[in-house]
């Protein structure tokens, strides 16, 4: 039942791609997480044109690697904006409300362009949940063929086609992201740090530049008067450190 299940959502999927297939091909936003290696595998299945492509962002090592060596063909693009150098051209951190990083850095590419990707209804309440939609900013026009697919699937549909998936799935990440993403919550953001520590003394160089940037200007940051504690109020240490003291971690 389970393996029927999963074959209409890939018929599905591979419908609405081929019904929907630009003549110039898609643009299939490709990130390397477990969504974006079966849409990968669902685009090469329908048979439709398709440019794969890959930003960067901050990204873990591993996941690089893991493209570079299985999908040799996805192009490596690079915004002329780095996270190092988008703090302080914006005199403050990325965070929840504000994430300047996504707009500059994750989801630029494929203006003009009719872009796939791999967002589903189940990754979060405030995604937009649209089979299809477009932007009249960028011209974009995005198609999302595994909207109604599950986390449960996915990972079926990959071990079922013996599909290669980066090995952080198998080291105790559920999701694979950014860095020290600020939309992560506070557990992970450590985990994160403290996996990939040389990552934590950039954010804090770029906080100082940011800082440096900000004096010049005579304008104060209540965050913080160093990179440190900027950085120990983006990440709420304190509060992390209470509550694992509370747990009895």
């Known amino acids: 039942m389970t393996m029927l299940f999963i074959k209409d959502r890939i018929d599905e999927s591979i419908e609405i791609m ?40 901050v990204d873990p090592p591993e996941l690089v690697r893991f493209i570079r060596e299985h999908y040799p063909t996805v192009s490596m693009d690079r915004s002329r904006w780095t996270m190092w150098t988008l703090i302080p051209h914006k005199q403050m951190p990325p965070t929840q409300i504000v994430r300047y990083c996504c707009q500059y850095l994750k ?42 697919w599950v986390d449960e699937e996915v990972w079926e549909h990959i071990r079922g086609e013996g599909l290669p998936y980066c090995e ?18 506070t557990k992970r953001r450590l985990m994160d740090f403290e996996r990939w520590p040389k990552f934590r003394a950039m954010y804090i160089r770029a ?16 965050t913080g008067n160093t990179g440190e504690e900027v950085m120990s ?13 509370e747990e009895g971690r």
């Open 168 to 185: 952080l799935y198998d080291q105790g990440f559920n999701r694979i992201g950014c860095i020290g993403c600020p939309s992560a919550n």
């Open 107 to 148: 989801e630029r590419g494929g203006e003009g362009r009719v872009v796939l990707t791999g967002v589903k209804k189940s990754d979060s309440t405030k995604r937009r949940k649209a089979m299809v939609s477009s932007c009249r900013k960028n011209g974009k026009v995005v198609v999302n063929p595994m909207l109604n």
């Open 207 to 222: 906080f100082e530049k940011m800082l440096a940037r900000r004096r010049e200007r005579g304008q104060e940051l209540k």
């Open 18 to 57: 081929r019904t929907l297939e630009p003549p110039d091909g898609y643009y299939l936003a490709f990130s390397g997480g477990k969504d974006s290696v079966v849409l990968y595998d669902l685009a090469v299945k329908s048979g439709v044109k398709f440019d794969a492509h890959f930003n960067y962002t």
């Open 233 to 245: 109020w983006w990440l709420r240490e304190d509060a992390a450190s209470r509550k694992v003291k």
